[in-house]
Structures are given as C-alpha cells and as structure tokens.
C-alpha cells in the first residue's frame, strides 16, 4: 500500500487543525465533526494498493535504475549501522511509488555493466530484482572501474526507446584502481531528467561480506594490512567529486543521501514533469497501483447523512 496525497500532508494537516478549532456544541455533534475531519484527512492520502494483471495506464517514461552492486555498498554507515544497499533498496522502492506507470530498468555493476531487467511497467519483478542485491563476494570482486562502466552505460542508454528518459545512477561514486574518473559527454544525450544519488559517508564504514556465493558461514568483516601489517577493518569512504563529476556528464542533480526525504522534493519536480506526457491506456501489466480512497468517500457520506439527520432532528425539536 503506498500513499499519492491529492494536496500536500502538511498542509491539510493546517486544514484539519482549523476545522477542529471551531469546536460544535454537544458532545455527539463534536465526535462527528472529528469523524468528518479524519475521514477527509484519510480522502487526501489517496490510498493506493498493488493488485496483480491490472490494467494499468502506461506513461511514455523510461526510468533506470543504474545500482552500484560492489562490496562497497556493503559499508555500514548510513543511518547508524546499516548498509548502504539497504538504504538503496528502500529508496529505490519509494522512487518507483511516486511513478506509477512508468517503464522500469535496472542495470547494476561491479567490474562490468549488467543490465539486470529489461524496460517493464511490472514493478514486482524490479522490487524482486532489486531485492538480490547484496553486494560481490571477496573471491569474485576485483574492484570498480568507473571509466569502463560509464563507456558501457552509454551503450545501454541507447536503446532505441523514445520516451521520456529518467535515470538514477546510484553509487559511493569510489574507484578501486588507481585510475582517475574521466568525463564521459555523450551521457547527457540520453537523459531527461534523473539524479545521481550517493551514498556513504566522509568518515567511511566497514563491511561484512562473504567469501563466496552461497556460502553458510556468516558473513565476516572485510580486512587489509596497514603499512606495519597490523591487520585492520576495511573502510569504505564516499568519493563526492567523482559523483559530482558524474552527475555533471549526465547533465543533473547530485544529491548525498543521508535519508529518504532527501529525494523528496525532486521526485515531486519529476512527477510535475510527466503528468502531461502521453499515456498508453489499457496496458496489461503486474503491480499496478489501485485507488481505494472512494472507500472513505463512502464512509464520509454516511457520517455526513448522520449529522445531516441529527441536525434537522434538533432544529424540529425546537420549534
């Protein structure tokens, strides 16, 4: 269940605040109106449920999710001790809320570009897809070349498709080999709109990861050798002007992630965007969103027939 409110929360929170204030007499009379006034606060949420092999209306938008898989991602600095991918994860998810209808990718890398789903408005299989994520092993990862992946990532973008073009390239934007980051211009061609959203932390955290895949032993802090070969935790650290430099390719915003709201105000720019570009009625597709607000207009109408009747029951009392 998601939420799409029809004016913003705080807002009709101000609403709320002032229709309460003017308190009706009699107790009764005051329990209905705060009926009514939650029953209208419920109304603007807009609520929203997935329902399978729905018909869904398709929005002429391409969305990819470009998710940083390596062991770096794995770093326990965000929020307190949880990992970055973590943090992607429940990001992604919200990002895909505030664009129902849209067509989804999801490209990940490691040393090498992966393009994981193709374009799809079933949002089940990118939540599924995203949900694998977990970072490399120790034996199978050899580090990020950032140089060769955005190459590649120019191949992907292209792809024939001729809707509306948003990209989120998600990363702690940190290279591994001694090479340095170059500008890759043709990036910008492909996109719309989208972010560069990274994540880490300046002062770095440790990892925990597994020697190989499907392995039954816990996962272990990854370890190097200081200079005086005392063995010490590995820490990965944020790498911002690599991502700034990234975004500036692509020809967007960078935003540091440090909480779900950070993204916030860009998604409510993105969804102003596309709210008037063509839509494909009637598509067939899994994990559509259905409104289910019309349930509390119901309610709404009942509590005001309620009132209604009391109301006319104490005026003929009267006279």
Known sequence: MITNPIIPIWLMLILCVLI???????????????????????????????GDNMQNAALNVDVTFVIDNTISMLAEDYEGENTRMDAVKKDCRYIMEQLPGASF???????????????????????????????????????????????????VLDHGRNGYQILFFI????????????????????????????????????????????????????????ENWNEQRALSKIDENNL??????????????????????????????????PVERGTQGKGGYEDIYYLFVILLVLVMVWDFVCFKMRVQGRS
Do not use: C
């Open 20 to 50: 309460l204030a003017m308190k009706r007499k009699g107790v009764w009379s005051f329990i209905r109106q705060i009926l009514i006034v939650l029953l209208l606060f419920l109304i603007n949420l807009r609520f929203m449920v997935s």
């Open 105 to 155: 990718s999801v490209v990940t890398f490691g040393e090498k570009l992966k393009q994981m789903t193709p374009y799809t408005i079933d949002i089940t299989m990118i939540q599924d897809t995203i949900s694998t994520l977990n970072g490399q092993t120790r034996l199978y990862a050899t580090g990020t070349h950032l140089n060769d992946v955005l190459k590649d990532l120019e191949k």
């Open 244 to 277: 700034k430099q990234i975004a500036s390719d692509f020809g967007v915003d960078y935003i540091h992630m440090e909480k779900q709201s950070d993204v916030e105000s860009l998604m409510a720019s993105l969804k102003g965007k596309v709210e008037n570009l």
């Open 171 to 226: 990363s702690d934007g940190e290279i591994t080999d001694d090479s340095r980051l170059q500008s890759v211009n043709g990036l910008k061609k492909h996109v719309d709109a989208g972010a560069v959203l990274g994540y880490g932390t300046a002062g770095g955290g440790a990892m925990k990861v597994l020697n190989f895949s499907g392995e039954e032993d816990p996962p272990e802090y990854l370890t190097i050798y200081d």
